[in-house]
């Protein structure tokens, strides 16, 4: 680990395996206690899984810690997100209207727990812990979509997307089959640019428009540096002629289903 400071999952882990060696516990003794597997507490204390809420829960009980773990967990997942993203949760968070085009990957809002770690581990570029961490915050911004009053979401996909392997065969079924199901959700619509469709308007890039409760429109356009956040009127017109462009070239509701189904069958 070096001189790179502690994220606060790697504490979190810590601190457990000092509080369950105070109490004598190996970690099979604290698995029974917990009825978790000691391998994920194992992975735990060293910041390579984030834990669940339940098994904080059940982890301050065996220990009694008073709440201690669940107080940490709050705080990892208040830190999960990396500082560049937080202007964007933020609003995305509030959104009364997201439009999303991806022409490489599967949205974030979208993937899947598996998916999401295949992209993150991808190229080596994050510490497991860090790769954990932002699991976490990809994961828990999903439940935008099924909050009470939820947005209007739309997304749209190059069919690139859809055939391109991250992780194995079977994270790939997995994915799309999420995908199948999400298109049952009443407020979100995802759709596809066939790749017959050639040259489009999207091929530039992912971008993310946002309508706020106030009805202002916000960009956001990821870069391999950091993400990049405008409300600047001629980022969003720009962005918004852009889109139309992409929902000309997209197939329809119905039929960007079936294409879905389709591709998904390939994939098991």
């Not at 530039?204 to 706020?212: E, K, P, Q, S, V």
């Amino acid at each position: 680990m070096g001189d790179e400071p502690l994220s606060t999952l790697e504490f979190l882990g810590g601190e457990l395996r000092r509080a369950r060696r105070d109490r004598g516990l190996s970690q099979e003794e604290l698995a029974q206690r917990v009825n978790y597997s000691s391998s994920l507490i194992g992975m735990v204390e060293i910041g390579h899984r984030t834990p669940s809420q339940d098994f904080v829960a059940r982890v301050d009980a065996a220990l009694e810690s008073r709440g201690f773990f669940e107080r940490l967990l709050t705080l990892v997942r208040a830190d999960a997100a990396p500082p560049w993203l937080r202007e964007w949760i933020a609003v995305e968070a509030e959104a009364t209207l997201i439009r999303w085009f991806e022409p490489s990957l599967i949205p974030g809002l979208l993937q899947t727990e598996a998916y999401a770690r295949a992209v993150l581990t991808g190229g080596g570029m994050l510490r497991e812990a860090e790769v954990e961490q932002r699991v976490t915050s990809r994961l828990s911004r999903q439940a935008v979509l099924t909050r009470e009053s939820p947005p209007e979401v739309v997304f749209v996909v190059d069919e690139a997307v859809l055939r391109r392997r991250i992780g194995d065969p079977a994270v790939m079924a997995e994915q799309l089959a999420h995908l199948v199901r999400v298109t049952e959700l009443p407020r979100v619509d995802l759709l596809v640019v066939p790749a017959d469709a050639g040259m489009h308007a999207g091929l530039a890039g992912a971008f993310i428009l946002a309508r706020t409760p106030e009805g202002a429109e916000v960009a956001h356009v990821d870069t391999p540096l950091r993400a990049h956040v405008s409300d600047r009127a001629d980022d969003v017109d720009s962005l918004q002629r852009r889109w139309e462009s992409l929902r000309g070239e997209a197939l329809p509701r119905r039929a960007s289903r079936e294409f879905i189904v389709e591709v998904a069958e390939s994939w098991t």
